[in-house]
């Protein structure tokens, strides 16, 4: 099975509003970790990681939570924009050189 | 412009034939990879090589071969294509493969095996 998921496969935000995507993992030695986003047709681009030894990391409008009591990672995205609707991954570091991917939450924001 | 190129951007193939999807990175990165999408089951690791020379199997490997002869080209190979392997396929690369690290993606190869 998979050792990363999302909590919820789609989020529909309005235009102006915050977005928290949420992602689970079960791997407790996991120890480094990556949020990418996909629009349609593209590659997934990196937003922004985090490693273990952290709990929180800020980056241009996107903030990445890490709770490893619950293995919790979310992604926050402040006044979400139109552009920023699109699919986004959480990716964990299983071995020195694999990512694991979750399933991924499509994002959709409303004008 | 510095990246990640995949060619064919698409590619319809019929069941038994021989294809090859190109990679080719321009960052001088030692480690790559490749990867399938599909549908509801997220990115998933095909082969990768941690260096010029070396290669090793992911989660997905059947089916797949891969060469790594000098650092820029990761080429993956269907040796005799079946409908299965009908997705989207990613090439990524790193610039080390020890200890985690960003990887980049290019633009993908869609493949649709009839």
């Known amino acids: 099975g998979e050792s990363v998921g999302l909590h919820l496969p789609t989020l529909s935000v309005q235009e102006g509003d915050n977005s928290i995507i949420n992602c689970a993992y079960s791997?407790?030695?996991?120890?480094?970790f990556i949020w990418y986003k996909q629009e349609s047709g593209k590659g997934p681009q990196f937003i922004i990681d985090?490693?273990?030894?952290?709990d929180k990391r800020q980056g241009q409008r996107v903030t990445v939570l890490l709770n490893k009591t619950v293995k919790h990672l979310s992604l926050q995205i402040a006044a979400t924009q139109p552009g920023d609707s699109a699919v986004y991954f959480c990716?964990?570091?299983?071995?020195?050189?694999?990512?694991?991917f979750g399933a991924g939450t499509t994002v959709t924001v409303r004008a | 412009i510095a990246g990640i190129t995949q060619a064919p951007t698409s590619q319809i193939l019929a069941a038994g034939r021989r294809m090859t999807l190109r990679c080719t990175q321009d960052?001088?990165?030692?480690?790559m990879y490749w990867y399938r999408q599909d549908l509801g089951l997220g990115l998933r690791l095909i082969h990768y090589?941690?260096?010029?020379?070396?290669?090793g199997k992911g989660e997905v490997p059947d089916g797949y071969s891969v060469s790594r002869a000098n650092t820029d080209d990761f080429p993956l190979t269907l040796a005799s294509a079946v409908p299965s392997q009908t997705s989207v396929y990613f090439c990524a690369s790193s610039e080390t493969s020890g200890g985690a690290n960003e990887q980049f993606f290019g633009p993908g190869t869609r493949l649709t095996v009839l």
């Open positions: 990716a964990e570091n299983t071995d020195d050189y694999k990512l694991s």
């Open positions: 960052m001088r990165h030692n480690a």
């Open positions: 791997n407790s030695a996991s120890d480094y």
């Open positions: 090589s941690n260096t010029a020379g070396t290669t």
């Open positions: 985090i490693r273990s030894n952290m």
